[in-house]
Each structure stands twice: as structure tokens, then as C-alpha cells.
């Protein structure tokens, strides 16, 4: 077995990581419930990818995300550290006292549980003790008590971690607005032993594997999170130099809130400049998602959200992510009889190799949605599924034809005529047609097809808009009601996502050399005090900034590329 470790670093990254293994938790409970939708019985993944067992003191078994998390410290809301699953003996005070001056202790108020966590606890107490009392909590009310607020990515997790999972910066009690740079993340580490306490516990996760394909990070990269994340990437550059990395920089649209002070946009500029320079120079993939407002995208025509609430944004692109994974535990090709199910089987590897190992060597993908993705009937269905891939990676120039652009696609429990699931080689059949017959399409294209759609879970968002279906099929003629819909509306809904190496990533590339050097780098350059303040001098800088040429270069027909670029 080829296992992933994933790596979830600041506080959106987490809220879409919360999201992401609530579809996994989904999966593994719908496989086993003899209620559930048929689809779901037969999804061929080896969910031992992502998750490990282990094994209680008391010999419970466990099944638990092969995870390491890091957030500010006060971030778990009602959670403990520890988890849920292991009995944690509290710390005992040492009878050993070298300080004789007063001493106060300062105890946070602990945070109550919603309404959702105290049925989710209830219901596992009951599972141990048959005879205990039933609860009184109905799904709506839970749905109707999350949608009025959601703190801590913690509020909506229906998932045990295991206790080395879920790791608090110690001494950052700051809001998120205060760590809003590289160099505030970088100087929290520089103090103490934490950096060496995040390693050890991936150390952890990783020894016990029998083969490891790679590390999954998402990483909320707009403050000083990626200075934190820059460092544990830089170890597993040294330990682990074989094994790909596959990061995603996730951004809240909240993060882009425009600040006016030239002050602060130059600290803003330097830090994007910096933070995905030293994030890419340890990757082997960076996926940048985030729209500035993902509730007027396109990618977003069939939900309403609202950008300023974490617990929307993250749910969709979370949806992206899981999509993007099965094809990584799909495992060795299924016999025959399994190919009506899945199809495609990749590697964290794979995917890096098509994507940035062909004729030019790119380190920067585009990722594309659908969700739901279209049906796959009548006349042109595949063309209408592909015109449905909406961006969710900023900065990018949209419908930019490069021929030498090459991509890997999941598609997942699309529907095919008569409303029945649409078989794995329908849609590849559908798929390689519709690209036989167009003028756009890519170099290459690696597609992968899953029979199973995906599951929404109980404490998901109620986003979707009246037209989304039960089984997220786009309805002709939906009912007239002004409410939105949630998962006691919409059990699962088809995807489609596409991540891609081509040329339209360039203004996201270009603006970040032009920081660099505007505000870092050149005479003058009124940033210049700030970086050294981070640790970084000017060689570094112009390191920096030639590599982000040469990513320029290796995108730009040779025949743009200018000497000055050199």
C-alpha cells in the first residue's frame, strides 16, 4: 500500500481540511449502512491511504486521519488537543518550586459544545451503552443551529483524531489579523522547540507507513502561517527527499480585503512574494486556491455563499480537494469487472510527473470545478461538462489557448440518461470524444472516472440554491422557495475537477516577481528594510526572484521570452 500524509497548516487550511475528512467520514459510514444509496457500496477506494488504525489502551480499535494539524493555540474550540479517542491524564503540577515570587494562573473559559457536537457525543455514548437515553436533537435543528455560527473549524468536525494529530502554536494567543506576514510566523518559531515538536509527530505518522506516495499539504499561505509551514517543509526536504510533496495555498476571500495603506500594501506584497517562493522551492506541486470573492465566480453559479463566512468557502473547495485525491487510492488497476467503477489509478507522483515533467518543467497548477458537474445526456454533454470547469485559483488569465498545456481530471458520480450513474467508461468515452472534436485541447490529458458522487455530510453548509437536486442533478423546473439547501435537501452531488499546467498561471507568477523586485529588490527598494527584518538579505531575494524567472521562461513561447528576464 502507497500511503499519503497530510499536513494541514493555519486556520483556513484546517476549516477546508475539516470539511475534507467529513467527506471521508461520509464515505466510510455510507459503505457500511445497509439504508444507503447503492452508489456508495461499491466505490473501490482503499481508504488505508489516508487513515491509519491503532488501538485504544482499553483495546478499542481505531481508524483515525493520518494527520497532522497546526493552528493557534485556543483554535480546537471545545476540543481537547488529545483528541476524543485516548484517555489523557491531565498534567500533574511537580512538587519541585524554584520560583519563590507570586504566581497567577490565568484559565480560558472552556467552550461549550454546539448543538451538533453535544448529538454527535450523545450518539457515540449511546452506540457503547444501549441502554442510555435517547436524544431528543432532530437534523434540522442541528443544520439550523450551524448555519447561525460557526467559530472553530472544530464546530462542524464529525471526526476522531488521533492525539499526535492536532498540534497548538504555544504563546500565540493573537487574533489571525496580527499574524499577517512571513517573517511574525517565522520569529514564533525561532523561540523554543516547536518546529522540532511538529516534525516529530509527522516523524511519527510517517515511520509507521509501509510505503509512503507522498505529503498532502494545505497550508493557509496569507500570513504567517507559510513561514511555519516553509520550516516543516524544509525537514522533509532532508528526511524524506524522494517523496512528493503536493501543496495547496488556500486563501479565504477575507484575507484579500483591501487595506489602502501603502504601508501595509507593501508588507502584503513582499509576503506573497516571499511566502510562495520559499513554499515552491520545497514542493513538487503548488495548487494556489482562493478566489477574492468566490460568491460572484462562476465556479459558484449554483450556491449562495457568503465570502466573509470560512465555514462556506471552505466547504466548496474541500469538495475540490477530495476529488482531486481519489484517483490516489484507487489503488492497482481494479480487475475487469471493477472498471464500471473506477478508472484512471495515479500517485501523488503521477501526478507531479504529467504535470510539471513534461516538455516544460512547471511547478504551478491551475485547479477547475464543477460542482454539481452537468449530466451527461443529450447532444454535446461532454462539451458542456468541460465548458463547466470554473477556476478557483486566483490571478490567472481565463480562456488562454496554449498547446503545450497538459492536465489530470476526476470525474465522479455524474449521471448518465435516465438519471442512472454514469459508468466509468461512458465518460472517458464522452470525455475523449469531445476532445477528438475540439480546437482547444490540451498536449495531454490524463482522465480519471469514480462511479460514486460525492456524499454531504450532515454539518456541510446550506448553500446550494433550489435548481441542485437531491442527488445534485440540475432541476428544470425547480419549486419557488426562498430557501437554501443543505444536506437534508442534497445528498450527494457529482463532480468534475481538472488540475492544469499551462500558461494562463503567469499573471499569478509575474505579480510576484514584480513585488519582489519593486518592493525588495531594486534601488530604493522601500521594502527592503522590512525582508531583512525576516532574515531574508538581498542574495536571497534575487535567488527568489530568478527562480520565479525561470518558472516565467519555462511558461513563455520561447520566442517572448526577453533577455531582462534572464
Known sequence: MKEIVTVQVGGFANFVGSHFWNFQDELLGLAEDPCADSVFKKQHLDMDVLYRTGETQQGILTYTPRLVSIDFQGSLGSMSSHGTL???????????????????????????????????????????????????????????????GVKFWTDFSKVHYHPQSLYELSGLWMDAREFDNYGIGRDALSHGLQGEEISERLRVFVEECDRVQGFQFMVDDSGGFSAVASELLENIADEYSNTP?????????????????????????????????????????VVPVGLPSLSTSRASSFFCIEDERPYHCSAVYAAALHSISLPFRMGSLAPTADLHYVSGAVDVG??????????????????????????????????????????????????????????????????????????????????HATYEHTSTRPKFCHLSVAHSPLPIPLPFPSIFKN??????????????????????????????????????????????????????????????????????????????????SKMINELKPHSEVSSDSD
Open 350 to 431: 503521477d501526478v507531479v510527473r504529467i504535470l510539471s515533467g513534461q516538455s516544460r518543467r512547471n511547478k504551478v497548477a491551475i485547479l477547475d470545478m464543477a460542482m454539481p458537474a452537468p449530466s451527461l445526456t443529450g447532444k454535446e454533454s461532454g462539451e458542456r461538462l468541460l465548458n463547466n470547469l470554473h477556476p478557483v485559483t486566483p490571478e490567472i488569465t481565463e480562456d488562454v489557448e496554449d498547446l503545450q498545456a497538459v492536465e489530470t481530471m476526476t470525474i465522479h458520480g455524474v449521471l448518465g440518461p435516465g438519471g442512472h450513474p454514469a459508468s466509468a467508461s461512458e465518460v472517458k468515452d464522452t470525455i
Open 245 to 285: 510533496v503536493l501543496l495547496y495555498a488556500l486563501r479565504a476571500p477575507e484575507s484579500y480585503v483591501n487595506l489602502g495603506k501603502r504601508k501595509q500594501t507593501i508588507l502584503r506584497s513582499l509576503h506573497d512574494a516571499v511566502s510562495f517562493s520559499r513554499l515552491a522551492s520545497y514542493c513538487h506541486l
Open 467 to 548: 435548481v441542485v437536486g437531491q442527488r445534485g442533478e440540475l432541476l428544470e423546473n425547480p419549486t419557488a422557495s426562498p430557501l437554501l439547501k443543505g444536506s437534508l435537501e442534497v445528498h450527494s452531488v457529482p463532480m468534475a475537477v481538472r488540475l492544469r499546467s499551462s500558461s494562463a498561471i503567469l499573471p499569478y507568477l509575474e505579480n510576484r516577481l514584480g513585488y519582489l523586485r519593486r518592493y525588495g529588490v531594486d534601488r530604493g527598494a522601500p521594502g527592503a528594510e522590512l525582508v531583512r527584518s525576516w532574515g531574508f538579505g538581498k542574495d536571497e531575494l534575487e535567488d527568489f526572484g530568478e527562480a520565479l
Open 86 to 148: 485516548y484517555n489523557h491524564e491531565p498534567t500533574i503540577p511537580s512538587d519541585i518550586t524554584t520560583w519563590t515570587a507570586g504566581v497567577s494562573t490565568h484559565t480560558a473559559e472552556r467552550h461549550k459544545k454546539n448543538l451538533f457536537l453535544q448529538s454527535l457525543y450523545e450518539e457515540q455514548d449511546r452506540a457503547v451503552d444501549k441502554s442510555g437515553p435517547q436524544g431528543e436533537y432532530q437534523d434540522k435543528d442541528i443544520v439550523e443551529s450551524l448555519g447561525k
